[in-house]
T-cell receptor, first 113, second 113 residues
Framework: ETGVTQSPTHLIKTRGQQVTLRCSSQ?????VSWYQQALGQGPQFIFQ???????GRGNFPPRFSGLQFPNYSSELNVNALELDDSALYLC????????????FGPGTRLTVT | AQSVTQPDIHITVSEGASLELRCNYS??????LFWYVQSPGQGLQLLLK??????LVQGIKGFEAEFKRSQSSFNLRKPSVHWSDAAEYFC???????????FGTGTRLQVTL
């Protein structure tokens, strides 16, 4: 059992709206990464947070933003939703330093209509 | 820039037959290489990883992978496939185990009885 949880499981939004997705990291992990997985594709890196600071970002526009909290839970916020934002959003937690693997949550399926 | 290519979109094998899934990577330094499995509606589970040492690595569920630097490949193998192995398989590359991962587009494995 990985211990990474995400909420909600599924979400339907309308184009132009805003959405917040949540991730609870595995106990003791100080790093969280978010990925977008479009249908039939591999996950694409959105950004990573380490000790509440953004620590790397992929090729995503600024309307994708995030937060990491002192308890290492995390949020992904997406503003001005577009149809192409429909995807499975995965978070992964890890502990930096050493060879600790990343544990993935089950994901949130976002549908934008 | 780092990239991963999985040439086979879909593979069908009979239960009990051997399996090899191909992965080629492009990375500027010594890569960390990973294979993940994703069942429908699930997150990603790490099968195995490689970053140094013996180029043949053993993973969970009877899987193994061989790193070949000269061919920039990290192919996944299993000597005898079980029906429960049907899933999507992703190869990924990163700078370390906690860093951002670049995934391939995945190979969908179907197992016939």
């Amino acid at each position: 059992e990985t211990g990474v949880t995400q909420s909600p499981t599924h979400l339907i939004k309308t184009r132009g709206q805003q959405v917040t997705l949540r991730c609870s990291s595995q106990s003791g992990h100080n790093t969280v990464s978010w990925y977008q997985q479009a249908l039939g594709q591999g996950p694409q890196f959105i950004f990573q947070y380490y000790r509440e600071e953004e620590n790397g970002r992929g090729n995503f526009p600024p309307r994708f933003s995030g937060l990491q909290f002192p308890n290492y839970s995390s949020e992904l916020n997406v503003n001005a939703l577009e149809l192409d934002d429909s995807a499975l959003y995965l978070c992964a937690s890890s502990h930096s330093g050493g060879n600790y693997e990343q544990y993935f949550g089950p994901g949130t399926r976002l549908t934008v209509t | 820039a780092q990239s991963v290519t999985q040439p086979d979109i879909h593979i069908t094998v009979s239960e009990g037959a051997s399996l090899e899934l191909r992965c080629n990577y492009s990375y500027g330094a010594t890569p960390y290489l990973f294979w993940y499995v994703q069942s429908p509606g699930q997150g990603l589970q790490l099968l195995l990883k490689y970053f140094s040492g013996d180029t043949l690595v053993q993973g969970i569920k009877g899987f193994e992978a061989e790193f070949k630097r000269s061919q920039s490949s990290f192919n996944l193998r299993k000597p005898s496939v079980h029906w429960s192995d049907a899933a999507e398989y992703f190869c990924a590359v990163g700078a370390n185990t906690a860093s951002k991962l670049t995934f391939g587009t995945g190979t969908r494995l179907q197992v016939t009885l």
